[in-house]
């Protein structure tokens, strides 16, 4: 399995304005590649925190950074939950603090998640924490509770079980921007009610037929605009799985309060969903005075990083600083 390349590196560290001795919070931690080269520029005296809900990313970060044990504070959770993960380890104070909003390359290339619509014969999970089970039965199967969306908790199999065809319909609308959301959600509820949708293969196969009918083909896989039909919808389902829009929404206030003053945040995200609500956000703080932009706009990848990593051509850096 290929190692993450972490994307926006140099700029990322230069925004942190790290130094010896720093206390740093590095919220999704990944395979460490960010995490590393932070250790070593604030080393030896300084301390990171590494934060991931995946399970195995916790794993394959701790191999990563094993000669960094005795500065480096492993923790299992998600990011949403920072401000009680500060408080319970008594870290602090919070210098930096990094969230890299994409998806992890392991997490893709793994089996078992079906996060890629290439992977055919996988079963639709998408979780990134696997440990968090669906609060549901199929008598009674609910679309919140306690008053908390139960997407986030959900594999995607089972969301596309229970939810709504109209629920079905706005995550494809507002999380994918799929042009065929209504027809899709259609076909699955359609599906669902005879024959259990559980696959990759079973859900790529539903929009390859939408998309046929739609464009009036019969070629197998209708490409629109360079891009597969299956691609829109596997990332809104993805961002509903696991909840992403509204943990950004979530975390940001935290994010600003567990910052020393002086303390900065860097933020990369790499869709204009998320992007937009970190930049609507800095903008009202920035307005109020709490914190200051350390830069006017986003920084974008360079040429030679969008060459040698493709995945970094959506990249925007944001970074603010806590007054």
């Not at 300084?46 to 005795?70: N, S």
């Not at 945040?265 to 998320?274: A, K, M, R, Y």
Request: proline share 5%.
């Amino acid at each position: 399995m290929n190692r993450h390349i972490p994307v926006l590196l140099n700029e990322t560290l230069l925004s942190l304005n790290l130094a010896p001795g720093k206390q740093i919070v590095d919220g999704t931690l990944g395979d460490a590649g960010h995490a590393e080269k932070i250790l070593a520029a604030i080393s030896p005296h300084g301390k990171l925190m590494g934060i991931d809900a995946d399970a195995e990313a916790i794993l394959r970060a701790k191999q990563f950074l094993h000669k960094y044990e005795g500065q480096t504070i492993f923790v299992r959770d998600n990011f949403e939950h920072l401000k009680e993960i500060i408080a319970r380890e008594a870290f602090g104070p919070v210098d930096g603090m990094l969230l890299d909003l994409g998806w992890s390359t392991p997490q893709f290339e793994e089996r078992r998640r079906g996060f890629s619509f290439q992977q055919r014969d996988e079963v639709l999970d998408m979780r990134y924490d696997t440990l968090l089970q669906c609060p549901h039965t199929e008598e009674d199967p609910p679309l919140s509770v306690d008053g908390k969306p139960l997407y986030g908790k959900c594999t995607a199999a089972e969301l596309l079980h229970i939810a709504s065809e109209e629920m079905l319909r706005g995550f494809f609308e507002r999380y994918g921007e799929e042009q065929l959301s209504k027809e899709i959600a259609a076909a699955i509820v359609e599906q669902r009610e005879g024959y259990p949708i559980e696959t990759v293969g079973d859900l790529v196969d539903i929009i390859l037929v939408v998309y046929r009918k739609k464009l009036r083909t019969e070629k197998e896989v209708p490409w629109v605009g360079g891009l597969h039909p299956a691609t829109k919808v596997f990332q809104a389902l993805r961002i509903a799985v696991n909840d992403e829009l509204g943990v950004v929404e979530r975390v940001l206030p935290d994010a600003i309060d567990v910052l020393a003053p002086g303390g900065r945040l860097s933020i990369i995200t790499f869709h204009s969903l998320e992007d937009r609500i970190v930049k609507h956000f800095f903008k009202k703080e920035a307005e109020k005075k709490t914190i200051r932009l350390v830069h006017k706009k986003p920084i974008t990848c360079s040429k030679e990083e969008h060459a040698a990593n493709p995945h970094a051509r959506s990249a925007k850096l944001r970074t603010i600083e806590k007054i």
